[in-house]
């Protein structure tokens, strides 16, 4: 049950935008989880600043997932965003950052988890 949101300061085309919808579910495979319950969310044009400048390219990513922590498969998933983000939209690794949230309880189809 992971869900990946991301915030960028750049736009993103509808072709770019299915290449990180695909990119990303091969990715979760890095913390366990599968594409068949992955849900993701892109916000574009969104106004970041990093060291108080909005002059580069930038992201938020934050990947949210029901179950425990697992710092070194989270640590793998960081490198595989930085690289699918530098490739589809231009954005440095030193530029992004990723918050990882693990939930014990989680809401589906009625019921909780």
């Not at 750049?10 to 091969?26: A, D, H, N, W, Y």
């Not at 949210?64 to 960081?78: C, I, T, V, W």
Request: contains cysteine.
């Amino acid at each position: 049950m992971p869900f990946i949101d991301s915030k960028v300061s750049v736009s993103i085309s509808e072709e770019q935008e299915k290449e990180l919808k695909t990119r990303l579910g091969q990715a979760v495979s890095l913390i366990g989880k599968t594409e068949s319950w992955l849900m993701t969310g892109f916000q574009d044009n969104y106004h970041l600043y990093f060291k108080g400048d909005n002059s580069q390219p930038m992201a938020f990513i934050e990947v949210k997932l029901y179950g425990r922590e697992n710092p070194s498969a989270f640590e793998a998933m960081s490198a595989k965003l930085c690289e699918i983000f530098g490739e589809v939209l231009g954005i440095a690794p030193d530029h992004i950052y990723i918050k990882y949230e693990a939930v014990a309880n989680w809401g589906w189809n009625g019921g909780n988890l």
